[in-house]
């Protein structure tokens, strides 16, 4: 059975939502802390400094659009929402597409030849072309003679 929620209820952000929402908020961080280290370090001669601000640039910057890239690949999105089984309505069958009783032929009926058609002819009765065997054979006997 479907569970509904109720709508005063608070909705989930789904995980990959919240990955984004975070990697959004830490390169936005890094907009804002990296200038302001550098500020800090250009008026102060601290060692300690410069590399706070090397790492904060490295961590927002690189961190943030990873931590999306991550969120939106690897993490579950929202569920879809649950939308309630159709009540179950049976549908007449269809009328039947082939009607067994009635017998038609697809082709139209046969007719005889044309009235102009000529017969084929016997071709038992035609004479046999010599072999080529033959020819050759005769000239042979030909040379033997003018010799």
Not at 23 to 37: H, Q
Not at 49 to 59: C, D, G, K, Q, S
Not at 69 to 91: I, S, T
Not at 94 to 100: S, Y
Request: one cysteine or more.
């Amino acid at each position: 059975m479907p569970v509904y929620q109720n709508p005063d209820e608070p909705v989930k952000i789904s995980p990959r939502r919240k990955g984004v929402k975070q990697g959004g908020m830490l390169l936005l961080a890094g907009a804002v802390l990296v200038p302001l280290f550098g500020v800090m370090t250009s008026f102060s001669n601290s060692t300690f400094l410069e590399i706070l601000t090397a790492f904060a640039a490295i961590i927002c910057f690189v961190g943030g659009p990873l931590r999306m890239l991550y969120a939106a690949v690897f993490e579950e999105g929202a569920p879809n929402p649950f939308r309630p089984p159709r009540p179950y309505v049976p549908v007449p069958a269809p009328p039947p597409q082939f009607n067994p009783h009635v017998q038609q032929s697809a082709l139209p009926p046969q007719s005889g030849p044309p009235p102009s058609w000529r017969s084929r002819p016997i071709t038992a009765e035609l004479v046999n072309p010599p072999s080529v065997t033959e020819n050759t054979t005769r000239l042979l006997d030909r040379d033997e003679r003018k010799e």
